[in-house]
């Protein structure tokens, strides 16, 4: 027992009380960039964006840190890579809104390698997650539309806490399973 709060909790005791807090020390560095593009042909508005962005760093361990055998580790739960890509295409009554997200490899918390002083995280597959928005507008108080989510229906994943792809007796998947394609459709009347 810590004996924090008086071994209490909102009024009940309780044998064990469990407190986050951050030690340590981590380093990160990246940075994006994004171009947007916008142009009219006749009837044809169109407005484009893409961008690419990186990120890592290093997190000192400060248990192990001054340790002859201490090395430092890679952030965990991110892509060091992401690249985004956006349309919006409005040609006289109907829009069309492509969204593409291309995904790096994401890092996990379990340790994959140790090469100089950097331990490398085990990695899980990167991604290419396409949405599709359609409308057409019907009359000025008319529209339908539809939203298509993961439109090229990927089986992608997700990190998640406490992953080891080491591990045959997992508790936790290798990667949080993430949506199948999804169509969502409707109408909009405004009076």
């Known amino acids: 027992?810590?004996?924090?709060?008086?071994?209490?909790?909102?009024?009940?005791?309780?044998?064990?009380?469990?407190?986050?807090?951050?030690?340590?020390?981590?380093?990160?560095?990246?940075?994006?960039?994004?171009?947007?593009?916008?142009n009219s042909f006749g009837r044809i508005r169109i407005n484009s964006y893409t961008s690419i962005c990186y990120v890592n760093g290093k997190v000192d361990d400060p248990t192990t840190e001054n340790e002859p055998t201490h090395v430092d580790a890679r952030p965990e739960f991110i892509s060091p890579f992401m690249f985004h890509f956006g349309l919006d295409v409005k040609a006289g009554k109907f829009s069309l809104a492509p969204r593409l997200i291309l995904m790096g490899r994401q890092n996990l918390a379990g340790v994959k390698d140790t090469v100089g002083n950097i331990s490398n995280p085990q990695t899980l597959a990167g991604y290419a997650l396409l949405n599709l928005s359609l409308r057409l507008n019907v009359t000025k108080q008319f529209s339908v539309f539809t939203n298509i989510s993961n439109a090229l229906n990927q089986h992608y994943r997700s990190v998640g806490?406490?992953?080891?792809?080491?591990?045959?007796?997992?508790?936790?998947?290798?990667?949080?399973?993430?949506?199948?394609?999804?169509?969502?459709?409707?109408?909009?009347?405004?009076?």
């Open 1 to 38: 027992s810590t004996h924090l709060y008086h071994n209490m909790f909102n009024g009940i005791p309780v044998d064990h009380i469990e407190v986050f807090i951050n030690e340590g020390r981590e380093e990160n560095y990246g940075g994006s960039i994004q171009l947007n593009w916008k």
């Open 161 to 191: 806490f406490n992953m080891d792809l080491k591990k045959n007796d997992t508790e936790l998947f290798y990667g949080q399973r993430e949506d199948p394609i999804r169509v969502m459709g409707g109408f909009n009347f405004t009076f």
